[in-house]
């Protein structure tokens, strides 16, 4: 229904494990420097931006499915977008292709609460916020 966005990164050296593929607590890594980058970019709202106005973005949950490891060196996409946002949580899904197979490593989702950073309990996500990203649809 919304919108989806892609970044292209590279897996690097000290993203791989001992068994010579990247371990798994990197692709959690690679999928918020996407968000982060495309907050930015592709949606025009940066975390900094959220930051200014006294709220942050925390990981409430996060599901993660492998299907195929990335090794050192592959390039990849991690293609990202909203799967459903209210007053409460933001549902962020996302995959990750391997470019030069063109297979998905793995797929999953991450829910998102917005907190208030002075107190660092969750807060309802304004509707001007809600409005905004709604507005990027497929």
Request: with cysteine; net charge neutral.
């Amino acid at each position: 229904m919304y919108k989806t966005f892609e970044t292209e990164l590279k897996v690097r050296p000290d993203d791989i494990d001992m068994y010579q593929h990247v371990h798994n607590s990197k692709y959690f890594d690679y999928v918020l420097a996407a968000r982060y980058d495309q907050m930015d970019h592709n949606y025009g709202k940066s975390m900094e931006t959220f930051m200014k106005r006294g709220f942050g973005w925390l990981v409430q949950t996060v599901h993660i499915n492998y299907k195929r490891a990335l090794k050192m060196g592959d390039t990849f996409l991690v293609r990202t977008g909203i799967e459903d946002i209210s007053t409460r949580n933001c549902r962020v899904k996302f995959n990750i292709i391997n470019k030069s197979t063109n297979k998905e490593s793995c797929d999953g989702w991450f829910d998102f609460v917005l907190i208030d950073l002075s107190t660092n309990r969750g807060v309802a996500i304004p509707d001007d916020v809600i409005a905004h990203y709604t507005s990027f649809t497929a």
